[in-house]
């Protein structure tokens, strides 16, 4: 079993920046593929970002390529998503979920094994 734990969204305006983090506990996590989905009210929830078990690869949805980068530290258990250049349309909760592989990444929810709480990302125009 992981726990994931997200933490840092907020409110920003358009054209800002935050950090969101999530922590990992439970399971070796170098073990896990993770990745970053959003579901925007009244939408179903999408993919945003993944990256692989040791950050060699990393891939981006077409919404948020070029302005949100994912990343991840090992020795902390923690995957960070870096966006910038905020937009309304990223308002959004969005989710941490990890993938048992160290061969591939996924980019469909389906291909997740564990998911957490999520965390409220509000821009405002």
């Known amino acids: 079993q992981v726990q994931l734990v997200e933490s840092g969204g907020g409110l920003v305006q358009a054209g800002g920046s935050l950090r969101l983090s999530c922590a990992a506990s439970g399971r070796t996590f170098s073990n896990y593929a993770m990745g970053w989905f959003r579901q925007a009210p009244g939408k179903d929830r999408e993919f945003g970002a993944a990256i692989s078990w040791n950050g060699g690869r990393t891939y981006y949805a077409d919404p948020v390529k070029g302005r949100f980068t994912i990343s991840r530290d090992n020795a902390k258990n923690t995957v960070y998503l870096q966006m910038n250049s905020l937009k309304p349309e990223d308002t959004a909760v969005y989710y941490c979920?990890?993938?048992?592989?160290?061969?591939?990444?996924?980019?469909?929810?389906?291909?997740?094994?564990?998911w957490g709480q999520g965390t409220q990302v509000t821009v405002s125009s």
């Open positions: 979920a990890a993938r048992r592989s160290r061969t591939t990444v996924g980019i469909l929810e389906e291909e997740y094994d564990y």
